[in-house]
């Protein structure tokens, strides 16, 4: 889930789509609402607490498939200098996930006043709130404070690992002296395999990058391997070894992926990744998708709360309660993106504190190349 706008008409609509999925799929899994309201949708209800997760799929083939535009658009690393590109995406996870993070303990206080249930996380000690900071909290073992924030440390996680195995491919290009050859993108489809056939297939990897990089290095490889003036040989590949990992052990979530990165392939090569679909919803949705994402969970634990307090046992009040968390969560996810993820809370305070100091600064990084 990129912090950004894809400005690719076909992505941001991927990634509406998915960001509603995954708020949906929160709202039937967590809180009482669902409870309440299932009587009236079972069917429904229980599709989007199974099934509306696995949109998550689309978020991590994106990623990928932007990173190597970014990073090594032609399949060799072109950052001259890998920490530095590390850290700026550490920044523009992190300072909106940050404000997120303190919305989310506000919104669980406040729910905690109303009604007492599982999904409300409990309130934090400073340790906790660092490592989630410091996007740890998964690898430390700490309960999470929102929905869904293992995804952001993910994220970092497998830009890493992209961005190393791209680093030692080119360190070997240059040791051996052999700069033609594809040493970045077999590196990479290395660690898709290694992650489709083993990592991915044992749920004790699923706090590490490996873990997921099958999803993430599909849009990868259907990135470098969509360009026109490529055969399309590389996708039939792709495609033929992620079918053998699912006939080795079917997952739906991988099926999804592989959906994924063969339609942004197809759309890249034909040209219409840009154009289509040409509608502004989905473009709008798709650039707020990241806010919606990060504030959602907290405005549906308050919803939650007040419904339970209000109408316990009543499914028609509970299920309209579920509707209203849902458009609330998209109202609070556009103000966000429009006063958060838009701006950069970190260069506002610095302008404000230090001016002087803040003015080269800014100068400087709006003359860096932005990663997604």
């Not at 708020?23 to 209800?45: E, I, N, Q, R, T």
């Not at 040791?175 to 970045?184: E, I, N």
Request: charged fraction near 10%; charge should be positive; aromatic fraction near 12%.
């Amino acid at each position: 889930m990129s912090p950004r706008p894809s400005r690719m008409a076909c992505i941001d609509a991927l990634k509406a789509i998915s960001s509603q999925l995954i708020v949906l799929h929160h709202l039937a899994f967590y809180g009482p609402m669902s409870d309440a309201a299932h009587v009236l949708a079972p069917d429904l209800l229980d599709w989007f607490s199974q099934y509306a997760r696995i949109a998550v799929q689309a978020f991590l083939v994106i990623s990928g498939f932007l990173a190597a535009r970014s990073l090594a658009p032609g399949g060799h690393l072109v950052v001259p200098h890998p920490l530095q590109a590390i850290w700026r995406r550490y920044q523009k996870l992190v300072v909106p996930y940050s404000v997120a993070i303190l919305i989310a303990i506000a919104g669980a206080a406040i729910a905690r006043t109303w009604m007492h249930h599982d999904s409300i996380p409990s309130a934090p000690d400073l340790h906790q709130f660092l490592a989630h900071v410091l996007l740890l909290h998964n690898v430390l073992d700490f309960d999470a404070l929102s929905a869904g924030v293992w995804y952001v440390a993910i994220d970092l996680q497998l830009f890493v690992l992209l961005i190393v195995a791209l680093w030692a491919a080119r360190r070997c290009a240059q040791w051996f002296d052999v700069g033609g050859s594809p040493l970045g993108p077999l590196a990479v489809a290395g660690l898709v395999v290694a992650s489709l056939f083993w990592f991915n297939r044992d749920a004790a990897w699923d706090i590490w990058a490996i873990y997921f990089f099958g999803a993430y290095g599909m849009g990868t490889l259907a990135f470098w391997a969509s360009a026109p003036e490529r055969s399309p040989v590389a996708l039939l590949v792709l495609g033929a070894v992620v079918l053998a990992a699912l006939i080795v052990d079917f997952r739906l979530r991988i099926a999804v992926a592989l959906s994924i990165a063969l339609l942004l392939a197809v759309a890249r090569r034909g040209g219409w990744l840009d154009r289509w679909p040409q509608a502004p919803s989905l473009a709008f949705f798709g650039r707020i998708s990241y806010s919606v994402f990060l504030v959602h969970f907290p405005v549906c634990l308050v919803v939650n709360a007040v419904v339970f307090h209000v109408a316990p046992n009543r499914p028609l009040l509970n299920a309209l309660g579920m509707i209203l968390a849902w458009l609330l969560s998209n109202v609070a996810g556009t103000v966000f993106h429009r006063y958060v993820e838009s701006t950069d809370p970190l260069r506002a305070l610095r302008t404000a504190l230090w001016p002087a100091r803040a003015e080269p600064a800014q100068r400087q990084q709006g003359g860096q190349h932005r990663s997604t």
